[in-house]
């Protein structure tokens, strides 16, 4: 059964930044796409990031352009989020997806593999 764990989560002020990590268990799991998604206390799930495993292309909110980057280490086999210049406003938990064979669209949010999630807090 494959699992996705995060890591990297945390607490920093406005304007700081944060690297997210996830990893894949068995590592030989090869989706079509992975991303992550963010759910803050009494909002909808929101798509953030995706890449495109194959391609390599990616796709981001327009809330995050410019500011967050989705990558694949493959020295370390995970996929990190990369993510500057915070605001509060992107305080949440982050969850890694997975989508195995399709993928459809970010804000359709339809992985079938989902982390546990990390906490991102970001003061003001």
């Known amino acids: 059964q494959v699992r996705l764990v995060e890591s990297g989560g945390g607490s920093v002020q406005a304007g700081g930044s944060l690297r997210l990590s996830c990893a894949a268990s068995p590592d030989t799991y090869r989706p079509a796409c992975m991303g992550w998604y963010r759910q803050a206390p009494g909002k909808e799930r929101e798509g953030v990031a995706r890449i495109y495993l194959r391609a390599g292309s990616t796709v981001y909110a327009d809330s995050v352009k410019g500011r967050f980057t989705i990558s694949q280490d493959n020295a370390k086999k995970t996929l990190d989020l990369q993510m500057n210049n915070l605001r509060p406003e992107d305080t949440a938990m982050y969850f890694c997806?997975?989508?195995?064979?399709?993928?459809?669209?970010?804000?359709?949010?339809?992985?079938?593999?989902w982390g546990r999630g990390t906490q991102v807090t970001v003061s003001s």
């Open positions: 997806a997975a989508h195995s064979n399709f993928c459809g669209s970010l804000a359709a949010g339809n992985a079938d593999i």
